[in-house]
């Protein structure tokens, strides 16, 4: 069972899913979303069901069972000399990184080809948004295209086009600096999803939330967004094909990392949350990363934790030595957990 999760989440190759191509053809064919919506929460109504049921998941699911991934958010950082550099430290790095773990980077739009051409194919690229309209609220438009009158943006289907894999939604610094609303990631998740992009999704909590204990009111909202339009559409590739990235904001280049108890706590009840509300089968499979000041020199005891999947690295990934490091935590942590 364990090795059967582990290898329905690795690394997505650039080719769409099956699923995502019969979704597709089928909409495009009578205009009209052809998949039955299943919602979890309202097929799921009986109280005392859920309740028996939240019991037994909390056992199942407490630990991580994908391939370890490890994620370099270059953020808005780099020009020509600089990228190249980087590029060119990480391939040389590539033969002392362990085979065990995905990894993929995300340079810039303005980089990501650049560094799609160059850097080795064992590095998926991963673009660092993708637009879709606020308004999108109609099923049948959901899958409109999002290119047009949008100056300024980059759209899924650009990304499809250039065989980007990975798009990284959510992140805190787009959600509090940039207006991306719970709502928006959600349909950004989707409308990326439906475009055959493999989606990494940022959560995670303010300070001040976590000081007057909303942090998980504010994780399982992030979460539920999300569902809530990626559930009738892609459910059944959630697994292999959306990453959760547990980046609590006070964390986030501020060199104060969460402790391990911190981050097992938020990443054992996300994996909860998931199984009660999308599916068991999806909870298992899903990995979930933890973001927020790591580095080679603490990246090491984050990976003992059994319910980690992996990093989101932000400062660190800007060295090709240390982000190697970084990825070799993955044997700590299959020594860790004993796979
Ligand atoms: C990030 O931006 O996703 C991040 C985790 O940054 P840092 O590692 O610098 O804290």
Redesign the pocket.
């Known amino acids: 069972m364990m090795r059967a999760a582990a290898a329905a989440t690795t690394m997505k190759t650039t080719t769409p899913s099956y699923s995502y191509l019969t979704a597709r053809k089928t909409m495009t064919q009578n205009g009209t979303p052809a998949r039955t919506i299943k919602n979890h929460q309202m097929d799921n109504n009986n109280n005392d069901r859920r309740r028996r049921r939240r019991q037994r998941i909390l056992h199942i699911v407490s630990e991580g069972t994908g391939r370890f991934i490890v994620g370099g ?1 270059w ?1 808005c950082n780099g020009n020509r000399e600089s990228v190249k550099a980087l590029v060119d430290a990480l391939n040389k790095n590539i033969a002392n990184i362990e085979k065990n773990c995905d990894i993929y980077c995300c340079p810039t739009f303005l980089h990501l080809n650049y560094v799609k051409e160059n850097l080795d194919t064992r590095f998926k690229v991963c673009a660092q948004n993708s637009w879709v309209e606020a308004d999108l609220v109609d099923p049948e438009h959901h899958y409109d295209s999002t290119t047009g009158a949008f100056t300024g943006e980059i759209s899924a289907e650009m990304l499809e086009d250039l065989q980007v894999p990975f798009v990284l939604l959510g ?3 787009r959600r509090t600096l940039l207006g991306d609303t719970d709502e928006i990631v959600g349909k950004k998740v989707a409308h990326a999803r439906y475009h055959g992009l493999s989606v990494v999704v ?1 959560v995670g909590e303010t300070l001040e939330e976590r000081e007057n204990g909303t942090t998980f009111d504010v994780i399982f909202k992030q979460l539920k967004a999300v569902a809530k339009e990626i559930d009738d559409r892609e459910h059944s590739s959630w697994g292999s094909s959306v990453v959760i ?1 547990y ?1 609590p904001i006070w ?4 060199g104060k990392v969460a402790t391990p108890e911190q981050v097992q706590e938020v990443h054992s009840k996300i994996r909860s949350w998931l199984a009660e509300n999308v599916s068991e089968d999806v909870a298992k499979a899903t990995r979930i990363q933890y ?5 080679a020199s603490n990246c090491a005891d984050l990976a003992k934790l059994s319910d980690i999947d992996g990093f ?6 800007l060295n090709g030595d240390d982000f190697a490091a970084i990825c070799n935590a993955s044997s700590v942590h299959y020594k860790a957990v004993g796979r």
């Open positions: 958010n953020k992140h805190s610094e940022c990235a980046e964390a986030i280049g501020t973001g927020g000041s790591v580095h989101l690295v932000g400062g660190a990934s």
